[in-house]
Structures are given as structure tokens and as C-alpha cells.
């Protein structure tokens, strides 16, 4: 039987990764985010940007997603498969690194 877990990120967050763990397990999670082509990384690999869907290996993973100009969403997630939907919300005000840096 598949598991549908659905979880929202509002303070902490969310992939396009082929893995599977020594049982062969895997897990599908779906993520989006409420601005859309935001990066998305797990366990600090970058696999592709929302929305996405990404197969990963039964177990923990840290998934991020970010986009400049927003503030990152950071979740520590153990998965044992399914499908999992994952929805990143996103707040205007991140650091804005094309700004000069005045050194002095």
C-alpha cells in the first residue's frame, strides 16, 4: 500500500534524485514551493527546482529549498516510501548577494 503524506514548510523546508537504500526502498517526494523554479538540494546535493518530483532512498535526508532574494526552508526528513508532498513557503527578504560589499 503507498503512503501519501502531505507537509507544509512555513518556517523550515524542500528533489530529482535516483537512489535506493541496502532494502531497495524508496520514497517519491513532491515539492513545490510558492515561488516557483526555487532550488532544490538533498543532503546538500542540488537535483533540480520546484515543482519537482524526486525519488530518493528510504531513510533521513536533509532537503532545502532555496531562491535568491528568499529566505531558505531547511527540513531534516526520514522517509520509508511512498509519496510524500512537500510545499516550501517562501519569504521575500533573503540576503541579497549581488549587492557591492564595501570593505573599510
Avoid: C, W
Avoid at 530518493?56 to 510524500?84: E, P, W, Y
Amino acid at each position: 500500500m503507498k503512503e501519501y503524506i502531505k507537509s507544509r514548510f512555513s518556517k523550515g523546508d524542500v528533489v530529482r534524485n535516483k537512489q535506493t537504500n541496502q532494502d531497495g526502498m524508496t520514497a517519491n517526494l513532491n515539492i513545490e514551493s510558492s515561488v516557483p523554479g526555487a532550488d532544490i538540494e538533498v543532503d546538500g546535493a542540488f537535483v533540480g527546482n520546484t515543482p519537482s518530483t524526486v525519488a530518493v532512498a528510504a531513510g533521513s535526508h536533509q532537503i532545502v529549498v532555496k531562491k535568491k532574494g528568499f529566505t531558505d526552508r531547511s527540513r531534516m526528513l526520514n522517509v520509508t516510501g511512498g509519496m510524500v508532498h512537500l510545499s516550501a513557503e517562501l519569504e521575500a527578504g533573503g540576503p541579497d548577494l549581488t549587492a557591492p560589499r564595501v570593505q573599510g
